[in-house]
């Protein structure tokens, strides 16, 4: 079965600093999506960044990036120069169409950013 | 932008009763999802939905939990006799195709099964 890490409950950053976020998964499959997901305080789920299996290419959104490690099935998220707006649970989530589609989440990071 | 909207943010009832958990998707995609998140927990996926059918649903989705699209804009989740451990977040998903397309989520319903 699809499973994904998120091995670190808590972070916190200083603001306007760069900050990793982890996040490893287990899968048999070759074609696949991952995701991250941010839950403000407010709860709404909001994407942050998609990544397909199969780009080699790392994504990138503004000041969010990516490193996939395919072979290492690591997927960590990058926040550069980051911003009190951030602080949030951040989820990393895992779908493959041979899976059923349906999103697999971990259990998220809380990330706080200090002033 | 669009999103997704779900009613209410938050809901209290006692055991044994059939709640009702709404959403709005959004306007142009065709599928649906509920998932859920118990306190302290991971967010599980129970259901999706398409054209009017269930496509697929996860072992937590037995027969006390029904979905529906009961009009051209709403999609709804009940749950017909809650138990205390149905407390949890709800989050209402939805998609433009079903495969290899990013999942856009509500801002989920909190209840409270006393």
């Known amino acids: 079965a699809q499973t994904v890490t998120q091995s670190q409950p808590e972070m916190s950053v200083q603001e306007a600093e760069t900050v990793t976020l982890s996040c490893t998964y287990d899968t048999s499959e070759n074609n696949y999506y991952l995701f991250w997901y941010k839950q403000p305080p407010s709860r709404q789920m909001i994407l942050v960044i998609r990544q397909e299996a199969y780009k080699q290419q790392n994504a990138t959104e503004n000041r969010f990036s990516v490193n996939f490690q395919k072979a290492a099935k690591s997927f960590s998220l990058k926040i550069s120069d980051s911003q009190l707006g951030d602080t949030a649970m951040y989820f990393c989530a895992f779908m493959s169409m041979e899976y059923g589609n349906k999103l697999v989440f971990g259990a998220g990071t809380i990330l706080r950013v200090k002033s | 932008e669009p999103e997704v909207t779900q009613t209410p943010s938050h809901q209290v009832t006692q055991m044994g009763q059939e709640v009702i958990l709404r959403c709005v998707p959004i306007s142009n995609h065709l599928y649906f999802y509920w998932y859920r998140q118990i306190l302290g927990q991971k967010v599980e996926f129970l259901v999706s939905?398409?054209?009017?059918?269930?496509?697929?649903k996860s072992e937590i989705f037995d027969d006390q939990f029904s979905v529906e699209r009961p009009d051209g804009s709403n999609f709804t989740l009940k749950i017909r006799s809650t138990k205390l451990e149905d407390s949890a977040m709800y989050f209402c998903?939805?998609?433009?195709?079903?495969?290899?397309?990013?999942?856009?989520f509500g801002p989920g319903t909190r209840l409270l099964v006393l």
């Open positions: 998903a939805s998609s433009a195709r079903m495969y290899q397309e990013t999942q856009y």
């Open positions: 939905f398409y054209n009017n059918e269930i496509s697929e």
